[in-house]
């Protein structure tokens, strides 16, 4: 009985706390709901200003392929088709290639004057231009700012026929060109000693050698040296095999073209011949 009366007395004593949490309780529930509901109907916020993304995101700028090439030190190509033949009286007779484009060569004549003149790239030009640069089978003249071409002439059928009022001299040089090689194939094949001896040449197992008894109109006509060893025309081996090379000398006469190989110390050159 005394149990019952204890558990009846902290029971009634415990109510009134519990009583005043949950009262505690649901007045600030009220007052956090009342918070909400003043901030919703209070009306819209102030939209937020966009990011200014022109001012703040940079994109990397485009890279141009070519502009980086020359950087690395590769040559822009010609755009043959947007770059026009020169209108210059001018003949292209030769191209001494290098692989240093500065040390490359042109052998031209003005059409109708003399011999044909060697440039380099930079060297000025009769008739106002200037040689920009040497490619394998032509050139490319600078003139009043604008490129222009000059190239090989391109043999024809009446190109041998010389009209009475002006003689055709691409035809005359090209006949004395065959005639001289018809003599040298000749020669090789009579007396290849005394042939190549009135030449200056010197054969060897590995192409023949320009020695300092060639004569200077050779030397200046092909932009050869003393030294200078020709080791294959037209893609063909020399100086092995004598009646081999009289071959080759024969067939030139009939493609009417060289490519000589030279070497000159480390360098190899190339000499392009229009006959």
Known sequence: ?????????????????ATAVLFVA?????????????????????????PDLAATLKLPPTVDARRVGLMFGEREA????????????????????????????????????GNPEIYRPGDNI??????????????????????EILRFDQPSENATTPTATAPNL?????????NVLTNLAERLANSPMTALRQMGMRRTSQ?????????KQMLNRFGLKPGDRVVSINGQL??????????VLSQLQQSGNARVEIQ????????????
């Open 78 to 113: 010609v755009a043959q088709a947007e770059v026009a033949d020169t209108t210059l009286q001018l003949r292209l007779d030769g191209i001494l290639e290098n692989s240093n484009a500065d040390l490359s060569r042109a052998f031209i004549s003005e059409r109708g004057k």
């Open 126 to 147: 009769p008739g106002g231009a200037s040689l920009d640069r040497i490619e394998a089978n032509l050139v490319v003249l600078l003139r009043a700012g604008r490129e």
């Open 238 to 247: 020399v100086g092995k095999d004598v009646e081999a090379d009289q071959k």
């Open 26 to 50: 649901s007045v600030v529930f009220a007052w956090l709901l009342g918070k909400l509901l003043w901030l919703m109907l209070s009306g819209t916020s102030a939209d937020l200003a966009r």
């Open 264 to 275: 000159r110390g480390a360098q190899t050159l190339t000499l392009e011949q229009r006959l």
């Open 170 to 178: 691409a035809a005359v040089r090209a006949a004395q060109a065959r």
């Open 1 to 17: 009985m005394r149990d019952r009366m204890t558990l009846i007395w902290e029971q009634r004593r415990t109510r009134p706390v």
């Open 207 to 215: 192409g023949y050698i320009v020695s300092i008894t060639a004569p």
